[in-house]
C-alpha cells in the first residue's frame, strides 16, 4: 500500500513531543511490512534542515484567500531514515526556527493546502492518506469538499489523536482561506463557534484512533468539549496503542550512553550511566534515582512535584533529577527547590535529546503522574531501559503498566495528588530496599515488547479495511 503521513513533527526532523517520535517510526515499520510509507512534514528552519542536504523534488504555489504563496517539497540527499520524507517548504510562512506559535493557523493551513496541491498533482495518488493531530485536520474535509482536491474523493483518510486537549481552533472569519468548497457543508468544519480542526477530522476522516484504547474510552467523558462528538461517532473510532521504535532505543547501541549495555550487563550498564548522572548533577549515587522527563504542563502533573519532591525529600533518602521546560511558575518554583535539597536534588531546564537517553538509562524510577496520558512513550523507553515507571493509572499509562501489588512490575496510583506521589515513592524506596527482588523486576522489565511490530499492522488492517471499501 502507499501510504502518506501528514504531521507537524517527525523525530529526527523536528521535535517537541510524542509525536514526532510515532511518525517518526510508525512509517518506518510499515515498510518493513513491505508498504510503501512517507511522511510528509513543514520545512522548519531548525538544526536538522541547517545541518543536511536537500534537493527540490517539485515546485507549486497555493493561494490562502486573497495572498499567493510560492511552496517547494524538498527531500534530503544521502539520507536514510527508513522511509521517504518531503519536507513543505513555504519561505514566507511556514519556514519558521520553531513548531508550534500563536500563528499556527495560517502556517498549518498553508501546509494542508500545499500538501493536497502537490499529491493532486502526482501521477499515482496514495492509497491511504494518514493525518496527526489537528495541524493536519483540515485534509479530511478538504479531500473530500473542497472543488479543487475532488479527486482524493475515494481517498480513504485517517486521523490519529494523539492529544485532544489542543483543537487548532480559528475563527470564522478566516474561512475563505480555506480552498472553495460548497458552503452548505460549513457546519462540518464547526464546532460550538469556531472552525475547530481536530472537531472537523473527527466528523469527515473514515476512520479516527487515539493512541491508547483506554485514552479512547476517557475522551467520551473529557476531550476539551468534544466528549459528545466523539461518543456520537463511536462507531468509526478505535484505540491502537502506540510503540517504540527498537533501533532508536536500544541500550546495546544507543549512542547518547555513556556505556551500552544488554540484559545481561544491565547492572554495570546502568551504574555506569547513573554514576555520570550523579557526578554531574550532584546527586548521590548510592540512594535510588528517582527522574522525570518531560513537557512541564498541567496534563503532565508536574505543577505536583514541588510539593510532591518537599515531602519526599524530607522523609526519604533519595536523588531526584528533573529534565524539562513549560509552565513559567512551576518551573520556577522547582528551580527554586534546588538550593534547599542541594545534593538531594536537581534539574536541567531544557529540551535536550541526549541527556533524555542517559537518565532512561541510568535512573532507577521515572515519574509519570500524568492527568491526562493519551499514550505515553517515557514509560516504554523507561521499561526497555531497565528503568521502573511509576505512573499516574490514566489512558495509556494504564495499558502499558501493571502494578506489582498485582503481581506486575511497576507502581501505579489513581490520583495525581502531592500525596499519592509521595506514598508511591515511598512504595518504590521499599522495593529499591529488597535489592534481589528489585533486580529482578529490572530484568522482567526490559523483555516487555512495545516495539511497533504489532501496532503498525494493525495500522494496515485498519487501511485496507477502508480501501476495499473505496
Ligand atoms: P508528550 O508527547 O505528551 O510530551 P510522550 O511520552 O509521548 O509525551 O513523549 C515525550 C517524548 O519527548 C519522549 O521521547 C521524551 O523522551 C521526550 N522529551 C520530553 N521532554 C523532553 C526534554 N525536556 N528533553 C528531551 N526529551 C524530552
Ligand atoms: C501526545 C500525547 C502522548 C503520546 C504522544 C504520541 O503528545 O500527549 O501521550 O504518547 O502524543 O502519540
Known sequence: MNIVHLSAECYPVAKVGGLADVVGALPKYQNGLGHEACVIMPFYDLSFTQKNKFKCTYKGSLKLGSSSYRYSVMEPVDLNLGFQLYLIKIPDLLFTNYVYSDDDAKRFLAFQIACLNWLASKEQLPDVIHCHDHHTGLIPFMAQYCHEYEVFEKTPSILSIHNAQYQGWFSHKLIDLIPQFDRKHTGLLDWDGSINPLGCAIKCAWRVNTVSPSYMEELKQ?????????????????????????????TNTDS???KNYSKSSVLSGKKANKKWLCTTYNLDVKKPLFAFIGRLVYEKGSDLFPEAFEQILQ???????????????????????????????????????ALSHVIYAGADFLLMPSRVEPCGLNQMYSLRYGTIPIVRGTGGLKDTIVDIENDGFGFI????????????VKRAVTLYKDQKRFKKIRKQIMNIDHSWDKSASTYIQLYKSLTNRS
Open 222 to 250: 473529557e476531550a476539551n468539549g468534544l466528549e459528545i462528538l466523539l461518543t456520537h461517532e463511536a462507531a468509526k473510532c478505535v484505540g491502537i496503542l502506540n510503540g517504540i521504535d527498537t533501533t532508536v532505543w536500544d
Open 413 to 424: 496510583h489513581l490520583e495525581a495528588t502531592a500525596a499519592h506521589i509521595f506514598s508511591t
Open 256 to 258: 547518547f550512553l555513556k
Open 315 to 353: 522523609d526519604q533518602e533519595v536523588s531526584i533529577l528533573l529534565l524539562g521546560s513549560g509552565d513559567k511558575n512551576t518551573q520556577q518554583r522547582l528551580v527554586e527547590l534546588k538550593k534547599k535539597y542541594e545534593g538531594s536534588y536537581n534539574l536541567y531546564v531544557g529540551y535536550d535529546e
